[in-house]
C-alpha cells in the first residue's frame, strides 16, 4: 500500500490565482457551481506536472465548465519525496474514485490501487486551516483504501499554546 501526504492551499480565485502561484507538480481541486447546480460543490480533480498557471492557460480545461464561484485548491505532494506521474496519477485516482466529481469521466469508474492519502489544509499565505471550510468538511482529510475496504477520518489541528 502507498502512503501520500498531501499539503492543499486555497481557495485561489482567477485573479488572485496569476498574482500568487508559481508551483506545480501537483494535484488541484476546481469548487463551484457548473451550470444548473444550485450548491458549490468539489467539481474536477486533477494532476499537472507543469506548473499549475501553464495547466489552466488551456483554452478546453473543464474549468471552464464551472461557471459561478470557481475556486481553485492546490497540493503538492510533501510525502514521498520524489514525485513522478505515477503516484500523481494514484493520488488523483484515489480522490476522482471516492469522491465521484462531476467533471472526472475516466478516473471515475476506475479502482484505485491500495492507497492512503492524508489531505492537510491551509490558506494561501501558507499557515495551517484551524477550521475546515464548507467546501471541503465531507472531503476527510485521511482515505485508506486497501482494495476492499474504505476508512476514512478527520485529522484535528492545534496551536501550540
Known amino acids: 500500500m502507498k502512503t501520500i501526504i498531501l499539503n ?43 506548473t499549475f498557471l501553464k495547466r489552466f492557460d488551456d483554452k478546453n480545461h473543464k474549468r471552464l465548465l464551472v461557471t459561478k464561484n470557481r475556486e481553485y485548491w492546490l497540493a503538492e505532494v510533501i510525502y514521498p519525496k520524489k514525485v513522478k506521474k505515477d503516484i500523481l496519477e494514484l493520488a488523483e485516482t484515489t480522490l476522482i474514485y471516492f469522491w465521484q466529481t462531476p467533471l472526472n469521466e475516466r478516473k471515475k469508474a476506475s479502482v484505485p490501487n491500495p492507497t492512503t492519502l492524508i489531505n492537510r489544509w491551509f490558506r494561501i499565505d501558507c499557515k495551517p486551516r484551524i477550521y475546515q471550510q464548507k467546501i ?12 476492499e475496504y474504505w476508512r476514512t477520518g478527520n485529522l484535528d489541528v492545534y496551536e501550540d499554546y
Open 8 to 50: 492543499w492551499y486555497g481557495p485561489y480565485n482567477d485573479e488572485n490565482i496569476k498574482d500568487e502561484v508559481d508551483f506545480g507538480n501537483g494535484l488541484y481541486l476546481i469548487t463551484g457551481m457548473a451550470k444548473r447546480q444550485r450548491f458549490d460543490r468539489i467539481q474536477y480533480c486533477g494532476i499537472t506536472e507543469r
Open 136 to 147: 471541503y468538511k465531507d472531503l476527510p482529510d485521511v482515505i485508506s483504501w486497501d482494495g
